[in-house]
């Protein structure tokens, strides 16, 4: 999508406008674009780019900062001329800040503004550092952050305290300025505030939501971060469905867990009252299929003590399994992560919200 865009105002001898994130979401796609670059010419010489945030007081040479960020992961390895990226400047003075704030925005309006806007999100719905109860119309300007947005990057200066206090960030109105809008989201941690901004109420302490009002913006997520929308978790009850073995027992368990009552202790009324009559009319009466589920569980958990049996003698008899090898010591097996990208658009819309919902005009 990127890349066409680049090779497409390429041949119509304009430049492309790419307003970029950082953080662990976009590091897959810059190593692509690199690759492209590399292995099938992808010209970066007509891009122009502007980054979302920087942390104030943070220059260039710092670990941490940005700026230096972006270099490592991409800017070096690409031929766009330095004077087409743009970030704003963590140095800025006290007394410049408005001004350099003010001129950011005039760079994007110079070069016609921005085509395609790439973004992160936060576990609070932050999107740049447009924290929680940001306003939808804000611009480019100095922003305190977040409590979770300073705990989430302990990591990176040392605890929590190393954090600054405040970044200069693009605004909301700058953000759903962009003609196009692609959000990403990756792993488990990103589910819950995946399933607020696509599918929860129009609230300002999400601000990624308001992305729904926007004309042109899709949310791509792993099979992990979907893993709380309703078209994954209980899908039931977004229409009729096939009934595979997984999803039959996927819904006993939503429905012994909503009803209160223990599996075998369904009855067909609780399927009624939880939009499950296509599952009692092909798999039913209740009783049967709550058995059949039961009995699915029961075998699951004998093979998986038997696997622990084999397990068990291997160590025994001083045998390593093929994924213990690359262990430390005391180290857990963690199960294999599937990664498997699904597009989330309103449905029957070629170009549209991410999920329509409603929410306060811009
Ligand atoms: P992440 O950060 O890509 O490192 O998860 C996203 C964000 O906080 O905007």
Same mark, same amino acid.
Request: aromatic share 6%; glycine share 10%; with cysteine.
């Given at each position: ?63 941490? $900062? ?135 109420? $129009? ?84 009783? $049967? ?16 003590? $038997? ?56």
């Amino acid at each position: 999508m990127i890349a066409g865009i680049i090779r497409e105002r390429k041949a119509h001898g304009q430049k492309a406008v790419l307003g970029l994130p950082t953080g662990s979401t976009p590091v897959g796609i810059y190593r692509e674009l690199i690759r492209l670059h590399r292995e099938e010419g992808l010209d970066f010489s007509n891009v122009v780019t502007f980054n979302l945030d920087e942390y104030l007081g943070l220059g260039p040479d710092r670990l941490q $900062s940005y700026r230096r960020w972006m270099q490592e992961h991409f800017f070096n390895d690409i031929n766009i001329p330095p004077e087409n990226i743009f970030i704003p400047d963590g140095l800025t003075p006290p007394e410049k800040l408005d001004e350099h704030c003010r001129e950011y925005e005039a760079a994007i309006q110079r070069v016609g503004g921005i085509d395609i806007q790439l973004l992160g999100i936060g576990r609070n719905g932050h999107i740049g550092f447009n924290e929680p109860f940001s306003a939808t119309n804000s611009r480019t300007r100095v922003a305190t952050l977040d409590p979770v947005t300073r705990r989430d990057a302990a990591g990176d200066f040392f605890g929590e305290e190393g954090v600054p206090m405040q970044a200069i960030t693009m605004g909301l109105g700058t953000i759903f300025d962009a003609r196009k809008i692609v959000l990403i989201a990756l792993g488990e941690h990103k589910a819950s505030i995946i399933r607020e901004t696509a599918e929860g109420p $129009s609230t300002p302490r999400v601000p990624a939501c308001y992305l729904r009002q926007h004309a042109d913006a899709t949310l791509l997520v792993d099979t992990a971060a979907a893993n709380k929308l309703t078209a994954v978790a209980t899908p039931w009850v977004l229409g009729k469905i096939d009934w595979t073995d997984q999803l039959v027992k996927q819904a006993l368990l939503w429905l012994s867990e909503q009803s209160g009552k223990a599996l075998l202790k369904l009855d067909d009324d609780d399927f009624r009252q939880h939009n499950l009559h296509q599952l009692l009319r092909h798999h039913g009466p209740a009783q $049967s299929v709550a058995h059949r589920v039961f009995r699915w569980m029961m075998a699951g958990r004998r093979s998986a003590r $038997s696997s622990r049996g084999v397990h068990d003698q291997r160590q025994h008899r001083g045998l390593r399994s093929r994924r213990q090898t690359n262990r430390r010591p005391g180290e857990r097996i963690q199960p294999p992560v599937r990664h498997r990208r699904v597009q989330i658009q309103r449905p029957g819309r070629a170009r549209g919200p991410v999920v329509g919902k409603e929410g306060p005009g811009r």
